[in-house]
C-alpha cells in the first residue's frame, strides 16, 4: 500500500513537470499564431536533435534533474522498503512471542489446572475397601474442581498390598476404585466421565515387605485425562 | 505346543514286544490308601543292544533320567545303585540272565532294565519292568526315534509302569501353566511336569494373569492388560491365534470350563460389582450367576458340574463358598481363619484345596466339598497360593513367596513329597495344571 503510494507520488512529479514543460510550448505557440506554426513545426522536427543536442545546456540540464530525481526515488524506495522490512520483522516477532507467551500461559494454565484436578492417593486397610475418613476428606477437597473443568476424565486405578491371592486382589482393587468413584459421583462429578481399572496387587507402589510398604500400596490412584483437542 | 505329542516325523513307534504276563489288567497297590508305602525299585544301567557298541554316557542318561522320573512321581524309593550286588557285565537284560536273588536280598520289590541301540540318528531302545519277588517280567516296550528322544522314551515307559502298578498313567503328558512376572510385565508360561521345557505363551509386555487350560487342552484362557483393560483372551495353541472373548467395562476374569469346552465360568464387574457369571465361549452370552454387593471371585466347577465353589466376602472376610451351578443354594464351605481364597475343586470331586491365612502367611489347605475340618498341607514360613491339581488329583501345584523369592512347587495330595517345579530371579504365580495333552 504504502509502496505504491510512493510510485503515485512518484509518477505525479514525473507528470506534473513534462506538463509544465509542454504547456510552455503551447503559450508559445498560441502568441505566435500563424507564421511561428513553422517555427513550432520546426521545433518539432528539430525536437529530437534538441535532446540529443549536447550542447543543449537546459536540456541536459533538465534531464539530469530527472536522472537525479530518478535515482532518489529509488534510493527513497530502497530505504523505505528496508525501514519496513524491519518494521515487518519486528511485528512478526512480536506476533511470535505474543503466541508464545499465549501458548506458555495456555500450558502453565493447564498446568495449574491439572494441578487443581489432582487428587492424591487414598489408602485402605488390609483387605477393605471402605472410604476412611481422611480418604473421604480429600475426595470432598477433590470433587469441586471436576465440577469446574468439565471436560476433564478421570481414571481411578485401585491396588492392593502384596498378601492373599493375585484374583481376589484383582476383585479387591477393583472394589476400591469403584467405592471412591461412587463417592465422586456422590459429591457430583458426572459418572460417564470415571472410568474404573484394578490392577489388584500386580503394580505396588513400594517394593518392600513390611506394613509400611503395605499401607502405601493399599490405595486408590487418581489419573486425570484432559479433554482431546 | 503339545511337545509330548510325538511329531509325524519322529515317528516314534510303540511295540509291544512282550507279553505282559500275569500282571496284566491288575493293580498292585492302592495308591491312595493311607497305609501306602513307596514301591522299593532298582534302576540298573542300560546295556548296549548289539555288542562291541558302549556307550556309557547314553548308558547313564538312560538310567538316570529313569530314576529322576520315577522319583518324581512320589510312588517309588529308588535303590542306590552303589548296594547292587549284580555284575553288569554278566547280567542279561532278559528274565533269563537275571539273579533275581541279587535284587530282592537288597530289597528291591521292582527292577528296570533297559538296552539301547543307535544306527547314525536312529535311536531304538528297550525297556523292561521285573517283579524281583515273583521272578517275572511285568511289562516291557521298545521304541524307536532319533537320537535326544531317549527323554520321551523314558516318560513314555515311566506313563507304562505307573500304568501297571496304579492303574493310571503318569502325568509326564501334562504341563503346569503359570505367571512369570518381571518389572513392568507378567507372561503366561508353560513348563513341563518334570520342570524341564519352560516356553513363554504370551508376549505382550504387559500384565498378563490367571491362566487357564481348556478341557482338551487345546485352549489358554487368560486375562491381559495389553489394550488397557483387563479383558479375557482365548490362546489356540495349535494354531497360535489369539481370540479376545470377555471386554467388559471393568474387570473380565475367566474362572472354570465345562467340561464340553463351550461354557467358561468369568468373573466381570460390567453391572458394578465383581459377579460371577457362565459365558458361552462362542457367542459371548452370559448367564449371571451371583447377586451381591460384596466381592464374588474365583469360581470353579465340581467335576459333575452341578455346583460352584467360589470366593465371596459377604461375610465381611474372603472365605470359600459352594452354589448350585445355576447360582442357587450358596452354602458357606470355610470358616477357620479370616482370609480364605482359591478354591480348586479335585478331579475326583471330593475334596477342595485353597489357600487361607495363618499367622500371617499363607498356607494351602484342603477340606471336603461337602464341609468338615479343614487340614493342612503346607506348614513353612511364607506365602503359599493358588493351589492346582494335578489331572489324577494325586498332586498339588502351588506358588510360594518369601524372603524376596518365589517359586512354584509341587506336593503330593496328603502334602508330602514337596518338590520345586520352578524357580528364577522373576516371580512365578498362579499355577494351572493342564489336563493329558495327548
Same mark, same amino acid.
Given at each position: 500500500m504504502k509502496r505504491s503510494f510512493v510510485w503515485f507520488g512518484l509518477m505525479a512529479l514525473v507528470l506534473s513537470l513534462s506538463v509544465s514543460w509542454m504547456t510552455g510550448?503551447?503559450?508559445?505557440?498560441?502568441?505566435?499564431?500563424?507564421?511561428?506554426?513553422?517555427?513550432?513545426?520546426?521545433?518539432?522536427?528539430?525536437?529530437?536533435?534538441?535532446?540529443?543536442?549536447?550542447?543543449?545546456?537546459?536540456?541536459?540540464?533538465?534531464?539530469?534533474?530527472?536522472?537525479?530525481?530518478?535515482?532518489?526515488?529509488?534510493?527513497d524506495q530502497a530505504a523505505r522498503e528496508a525501514a519496513e522490512k524491519a518494521a515487518r520483522e519486528a511485528a512478526e516477532k512480536a506476533a511470535k512471542e505474543a503466541a508464545d507467551r499465549a501458548k506458555r500461559e495456555a500450558k502453565e494454565k493447564a498446568a495449574a489446572i491439572l494441578r487443581e484436578l489432582q487428587i492424591a492417593d487414598i489408602n485402605f486397610d488390609f483387605d477393605k475397601y471402605n472410604l476412611k475418613p481422611e480418604a473421604q476428606e480429600i475426595l470432598k477437597n477433590g470433587a469441586p474442581a471436576y465440577l469446574k473443568y468439565r471436560d476433564y476424565k478421570l481414571v481411578i486405578e485401585g491396588h492392593c498390598d502384596e498378601r492373599g491371592t493375585a484374583e481376589y486382589n484383582l476383585a479387591l482393587g477393583d472394589k476400591r476404585a469403584t467405592e471412591a468413584a461412587k463417592y465422586l459421583s456422590d459429591l457430583g462429578v458426572d459418572k460417564e466421565r470415571i472410568k474404573t481399572i484394578s490392577y489388584g496387587k500386580e503394580m505396588p507402589l513400594d517394593q518392600g515387605h513390611d506394613e509400611a510398604a503395605w499401607a502405601k500400596n493399599r490405595r486408590a490412584h487418581f489419573v486425570i485425562f484432559p479433554p482431546v483437542k | 505346543m503339545h511337545n509330548l505329542k510325538p511329531p509325524a516325523v519322529l515317528a516314534?513307534?510303540?511295540?509291544?514286544?512282550?507279553?505282559?504276563?500275569?500282571?496284566?489288567?491288575?493293580?498292585?497297590?492302592?495308591?491312595?490308601?493311607?497305609?501306602?508305602?513307596?514301591?522299593?525299585?532298582?534302576?540298573? #544301567?542300560?546295556?548296549?543292544?548289539?555288542?562291541?557298541?558302549?556307550?556309557?554316557?547314553?548308558?547313564?542318561?538312560?538310567? #538316570?533320567?529313569l530314576s529322576r522320573d520315577l522319583a518324581l512321581t512320589g510312588y517309588f524309593h529308588l535303590l542306590d545303585r552303589k548296594a547292587f550286588l549284580e555284575d553288569p557285565k554278566q547280567a542279561g537284560i532278559t528274565s533269563e540272565g537275571i539273579r533275581f536273588e541279587d535284587w530282592t536280598v537288597i530289597g528291591a520289590e521292582y527292577l528296570v532294565k533297559g538296552g539301547f541301540q543307535t544306527d547314525g540318528r536312529e535311536l531304538v531302545a528297550e525297556f523292561r519292568l521285573f517283579d524281583v519277588v515273583r521272578g517275572e517280567l511285568v511289562v516291557g516296550k521298545r521304541y524307536a526315534g532319533k537320537s535326544g528322544d531317549h527323554n520321551r522314551m523314558v516318560m513314555q515307559f515311566v506313563n507304562e509302569i505307573l500304568l501297571v502298578l496304579t492303574g493310571e498313567t503318569g502325568l509326564f503328558d501334562t504341563r503346569i501353566a503359570f505367571v512369570r512376572k518381571g518389572a513392568a510385565?507378567?507372561?503366561?508360561?508353560?513348563?513341563?511336569?518334570?520342570?524341564?521345557?519352560?516356553?513363554?505363551?504370551?508376549?505382550?509386555?504387559?500384565?498378563?494373569?490367571?491362566?487357564?487350560w481348556s478341557p482338551d487342552g487345546r485352549f489358554l484362557a487368560f486375562t491381559s492388560y495389553k489394550e488397557g483393560n483387563p479383558d479375557i483372551y482365548l490362546r489356540d495353541l495349535e494354531s497360535g491365534s489369539t481370540r479376545k472373548i470377555g471386554f467388559y467395562p471393568g474387570l473380565n476374569l475367566p474362572g472354570s470350563w465345562s467340561r464340553d469346552g463351550k461354557r467358561l465360568l468369568v468373573t466381570l464387574s460390567r453391572d458394578g460389582n465383581q459377579e460371577i457369571y457362565d459365558m458361552n465361549v462362542e457367542n459371548g452370552l452370559l448367564l449371571r450367576l451371583t447377586r451381591d454387593f460384596s466381592i464374588d471371585v474365583s469360581p470353579v466347577r465340581s467335576p459333575d458340574e452341578r455346583r460352584i465353589a467360589f470366593v465371596s466376602n459377604r461375610s465381611g472376610s474372603p472365605q470359600i463358598y459352594i452354589m448350585d451351578a445355576d447360582g442357587a443354594n450358596v452354602q458357606r464351605l470355610t470358616y477357620l481363619g479370616n482370609y480364605n481364597t482359591s478354591p480348586a475343586w479335585s478331579p475326583k470331586g471330593k475334596k477342595i484345596a485353597y489357600e487361607g491365612s495363618v499367622n500371617g502367611g499363607f498356607q494351602i489347605f484342603v477340606i471336603d466339598a461337602e464341609g468338615g475340618d479343614p487340614q493342612q498341607l503346607t506348614f513353612k514360613v511364607g506365602d503359599h497360593e493358588s493351589p492346582s491339581w494335578s489331572p489324577d488329583g494325586r498332586y498339588l501345584a502351588y506358588s510360594v513367596r518369601g524372603y524376596g523369592r518365589s517359586r512354584i512347587e509341587i506336593m503330593n495330595a496328603g502334602g508330602q513329597g514337596v518338590r520345586v517345579l520352578h524357580e528364577d530371579k522373576e516371580t512365578s504365580q498362579s499355577p494351572f495344571w493342564s489336563p493329558h495333552l495327548r
Open positions: 510550448c503551447a503559450k508559445k505557440a498560441t502568441l505566435q499564431e500563424g507564421a511561428v506554426v513553422t517555427q513550432e513545426q520546426k521545433a518539432v522536427a528539430q525536437a529530437p536533435a534538441v535532446v540529443a543536442a549536447p550542447d543543449d545546456s537546459a536540456a541536459r540540464e533538465r534531464a539530469l534533474r530527472e536522472q537525479a530525481l530518478r535515482e532518489q526515488a529509488l534510493r | 516314534l513307534l510303540l511295540l509291544l514286544l512282550f507279553s505282559a504276563g500275569p500282571a496284566c489288567g491288575k493293580v498292585y497297590i492302592d495308591i491312595d490308601s493311607p497305609s501306602f508305602q513307596q514301591f522299593p525299585i532298582a534302576v540298573a #544301567d542300560f546295556k548296549p543292544l548289539q555288542p562291541f557298541s558302549e556307550n556309557e554316557k547314553l548308558s547313564l542318561l538312560f538310567s #538316570d533320567t510385565s507378567a507372561e503366561i508360561h508353560t513348563i513341563n511336569f518334570d520342570g524341564s521345557d519352560l516356553r513363554r505363551v504370551t508376549n505382550y509386555n504387559a500384565l498378563t494373569l490367571s491362566p487357564r
